[in-house]
């Protein structure tokens, strides 16, 4: 599986970005999708997740209300539109697979993971 991140960059508090994620290798399309960044010296973390359709999405409270998950499956993509970002946005980001038990969603790969794309944010 190639899993390749981009759209990161240095941006002001308050400011947006939109994140891309390319999959190959997988049926995209079955696959339930998560938004995963890893802050500067703390561990990687599942922010935001979405269904193999795109139906139905999860967001870690942090994010809430500022980030918005989606994909396109015709183009095996996924998106992280970033709003009103702060500085604790800064982190390496990452996307993989994710998997939801009952209501609680819970991080998981397809066995690699891409480079991610590093998002830095000044106040």
């Known amino acids: 599986v190639h899993l390749v991140e981009s759209g990161g960059g240095l941006v002001q508090a308050g400011g947006s970005l939109r994140l891309s994620c390319e999959v190959s290798?997988?049926?995209?399309?079955?696959?339930?999708m998560g938004w995963y960044r890893r802050p500067p010296g703390k561990q990687r973390e599942l922010v935001s997740t979405?269904?193999?359709?795109?139906?139905?999405?999860w967001y870690a409270d942090s994010v809430k209300g500022r980030f918005t998950i989606s994909r396109d499956n015709s183009k095996d993509t996924m998106y992280l539109q970033m709003n009103n970002l702060k500085p604790d946005d800064t982190a390496v980001y990452y996307c993989?697979?994710?998997?939801?038990?009952?209501?609680?969603?819970?991080?998981?790969?397809?066995?690699?993971w891409g480079q991610g794309t590093q998002v830095n944010v000044s106040s």
């Open positions: 993989n697979t994710a998997f939801t038990y009952g209501l609680t969603w819970y991080p998981a790969s397809f066995g690699s």
């Open positions: 290798g997988v049926t995209f399309s079955v696959n339930a």
């Open positions: 979405i269904t193999s359709t795109g139906d139905s999405t």
